[in-house]
């Protein structure tokens, strides 16, 4: 099984600044197949991006993905106050398809 | 635009069984894969496995194997999670998500159903 672990567990960022996001996969995650996902309070989760850079459809470019193998990143340009929300990864690529234990994204 | 509908909360006692539904309103049902997630209160995701409604194809993680029962009827378009003895420890919220392969990410989320097993 394919361990996640997300950097930091909480990020506290003023709005207009950038977030960087870090998931660590435990062993290479094969062709890219990792997503990420966010959850805001009370709501499902929301698919945003696949295949480590793909923006999922409606997602707005201040988003992206980057990373390959082991390492890969969530980047937030400039934090608008509906990104306030807790963000996993996840590999798809084997089974089983695990998610990462998230990281929360706070107002500073 | 697809939709998964799913079946309401639900409140149960320890040994008692349940099954919760998923419901597709759009028209791809047979052509794409339906997983199920589970959140315990206050925590992450954790994926409990997936069936292709096509041809029944089901794939459980390691975890929840022989734990639950993943099923599809592709004639109403709906995919089932059941339980046959329910324990304190399956309180969570369980979402259906559908992916367009077996090795695509999950796309669409169902609102979620949410299991309380207490006595």
């Known amino acids: 099984e394919i361990v996640l672990t997300q950097s930091p567990g909480t990020l506290s960022v003023s709005p207009g600044e950038r977030a960087t996001l870090s998931c660590r996969a435990s062993?290479?995650?094969?062709?890219?197949?990792l997503a990420w996902y966010q959850q805001k309070p009370g709501q499902a989760p929301r698919l945003l991006i696949y295949?480590?850079?793909s923006r999922a459809t409606g997602i707005p470019d201040r988003f992206s993905g980057s990373g390959s193998g082991t390492d890969f990143t969530l980047t937030i340009s400039r934090l608008e106050p509906e990104d306030f929300a807790v963000y996993y990864c996840q590999q798809y690529g084997s089974s089983p398809k695990t998610f990462g234990q998230g990281t929360k994204v706070e107002i500073k | 635009e697809v939709q998964l509908v799913q079946s309401g909360a639900e409140v149960k006692k320890p040994g008692e069984s349940l099954k919760i539904s998923c419901k597709d309103s759009?028209?791809?049902?047979?052509?794409?894969?339906i997983g199920w997630v589970r959140q315990m209160p206050g925590k992450g995701l954790e994926w409990m496995g997936i069936?292709?409604?096509?041809?029944?194809?089901?794939r459980y993680s390691p975890s929840f194997q022989g734990q639950v029962t993943i099923s599809a009827d592709k004639s109403i378009s709906a995919a089932y999670l059941q339980w046959s003895s329910l324990k304190a420890s399956d309180t969570a919220m369980y979402y259906c998500?559908?992916?367009?392969?077996?090795?695509?990410?999950?796309?669409?989320w169902g609102q979620g159903t949410m299991v309380t097993v207490s006595s």
């Open positions: 295949g480590a850079s």
């Open positions: 062993q290479s995650v094969s062709s890219s197949y």
């Open positions: 759009g028209y791809r049902f047979t052509s794409y894969w």
């Open positions: 998500v559908t992916s367009g392969s077996y090795l695509d990410a999950f796309d669409i």
């Open positions: 069936i292709y409604p096509g041809d029944s194809d089901t």
